[in-house]
């Protein structure tokens, strides 16, 4: 088992604690709100595919990558990186209003994806009740460098640390607006299509979902999309209820839905590498005890 591949980050990382949180869902979907308000890199994904049939997939398809390079062995990583690197070479978006026609994997597109990622990750988790230190915080976006080097980004040029990552949103914002296709994704978010069995699980449950994630955006955010949110204070409070709930399910439960990553992971470098269990009323940073061994 010591001689397993531990892949591109290993039990000792933040990111192999952290994307084990089940509110990294809710914080997948504020990246889809996020990510939406850049309208050169939404149009990437419109123009590109059936975004409203597809977008389950689309979804199910990144979460997939996530989990891949983050408990995969590091082949597998690599491998993974290549596809979308492949795919992203082929495909071009065309600004409507210039006629400018653009390829997706430029990198300043390649890195608003990365960074409104990343900051809906960490976000979502520390104010749900997930604990980091200042620390443990920017060693998780360090971290990333590695996942931005898989899609085609230079590490060099992404940021590393809260302090870059807060200096990239604001020198970005003069460029991001809530156009055509980010209402799209908007009113998919909040009304995806579902079979009329289903629609009474979509109100109450996913319209929840998808709410709760638009909360959680940035104020700017909110004034782009014009809709209104819930006082910040209301909003910490329903995400650390949610994450005490969804932490209250026992990981090896929520772990058994395909395609099972981290068990995999386990698997391959043993039980004693699973993710460290969040102490949903200790109130203990679950990253103390690997702090002093990973530096």
């Known amino acids: 088992m010591r001689d397993a591949d531990p892949g591109l980050f290993g039990p000792d990382s933040v990111t ?7 509110m990294m869902w809710i914080a997948g979907v504020r990246a889809l709100y996020l990510q939406a308000l850049h309208p050169r890199a ?3 994904v419109t123009q590109n595919s059936d975004f409203r049939r597809d977008a389950w997939g689309r979804l199910l398809r990144t979460a997939s990558f996530v989990g891949t390079t983050t408990y995969g062995t590091t082949e597998a990583a690599e491998k993974a990186g290549a596809r979308v690197r492949k795919i992203h070479s082929h495909l071009f978006a ?3 209003d210039t006629g400018e026609r653009y390829g997706v994997d430029e990198p300043e597109l390649l890195l608003w994806v990365h960074c409104a990622e990343i900051d809906s990750y960490l976000h979502v988790a520390r104010r749900s009740g997930f604990r980091l230190t200042e620390p443990q915080a920017d060693r998780y976006i360090a971290e990333h460098r590695t996942s931005a080097r898989l899609v085609g980004l230079d590490p060099a040029e992404v940021p590393g640390t809260q302090a870059e990552l807060a200096a990239y949103f604001a020198a970005v914002r003069p460029e991001l607006a809530a156009g055509p296709e980010a209402r799209e994704v908007d009113d ?6 579902a079979h009329p069995l289903l629609v009474p699980a979509r109100a109450a ?4 979902v998808a709410g709760l994630a638009y909360a959680a955006l940035p104020p700017y955010a909110h004034d782009l999309y014009g809709r209104p949110a819930p006082a910040p204070a209301v909003v910490t409070r329903r995400l650390r209820a949610t994450g005490t709930a ?5 990981d090896r439960v929520r772990w ?3 395609p099972k990553h981290i068990l995999r992971a386990m698997r391959r470098l043993g039980a004693d590498t ?3 269990p969040y102490k949903v009323g200790g109130r203990v940073a679950i990253l103390d005890e690997s702090e002093g061994r990973s530096g």
Do not use: I, S, Y
Not at 16 to 22: I, K, L, S
Not at 205 to 208: A, D, G, L, N, Y
Not at 246 to 250: D, E, H, I, K, N
């Open 42 to 44: 939404v149009r990437g």
């Open 94 to 96: 065309t600004d409507p």
């Open 274 to 276: 699973r993710p460290a």
């Open 246 to 250: 969804l932490r209250a399910v026992p």
């Open 188 to 193: 998919f978010l909040r009304r995806p299509p």
């Open 256 to 258: 058994q839905l395909p």
């Open 205 to 208: 449950v996913w319209r929840r």
């Open 16 to 22: 192999w604690q952290m994307h084990a949180d089940p």
